[in-house]
Nanobody
Framework: QVQLVESGGGLVQAGGSLRLSCAAS????????MGWFRQAPGKEREFVAA????????LYTDSVKGRFTISRDNAKNTMCLQMNSLKPEDTAIYYC?????????????????WGQGTQVTVSS
């Protein structure tokens, strides 16, 4: 099991940027695929982006391609989500999550460890 703590959320105007971070505990961080999910008010949680354990491959949902970039620093046990050109529809609680295997995945059920989430609000 790994403990995950998100940070970096906040209020930003449309068109602005935010950088989310996820700090992980544990010694096997590099062996684990990681992902970002989000949940908007009144909606189900949805996949945003994922990255393989060694950082060699990434996945994105279509609505954030070209605007968001996922990355990780295994030496620091951290994962980041750089969010540019933010839109009001990006408003949500953002969660980081970890798998027990190295491959990236867009499927929520394949993640076993979750952070508490960080609020992102984009005003129009």
């Amino acid at each position: 099991q790994v403990q995950l703590v998100e940070s970096g959320g906040g209020l930003v105007q449309a068109g602005g940027s935010l950088r989310l971070s996820c700090a992980a505990s544990g010694r096997t961080f590099s062996d684990r695929g990681m992902g970002w999910f989000r949940q908007a008010p009144g909606k189900e949680r949805e996949f945003v982006a994922a990255i393989r354990g060694d950082g060699s491959s990434t996945l994105y949902t279509d609505s954030v391609k070209g605007r968001f970039t996922i990355s990780r620093d295994n030496a620091k046990n951290t994962m980041c989500l750089q969010m540019n050109s933010l839109k009001p529809e990006d408003t949500a609680i953002y969660y980081c999550a970890a798998r027990v295997v190295a491959y990236a995945s867009r499927y929520e059920s394949s993640y076993v460890d979750w952070g508490q989430g960080t609020q992102v609000t984009v005003s129009s």
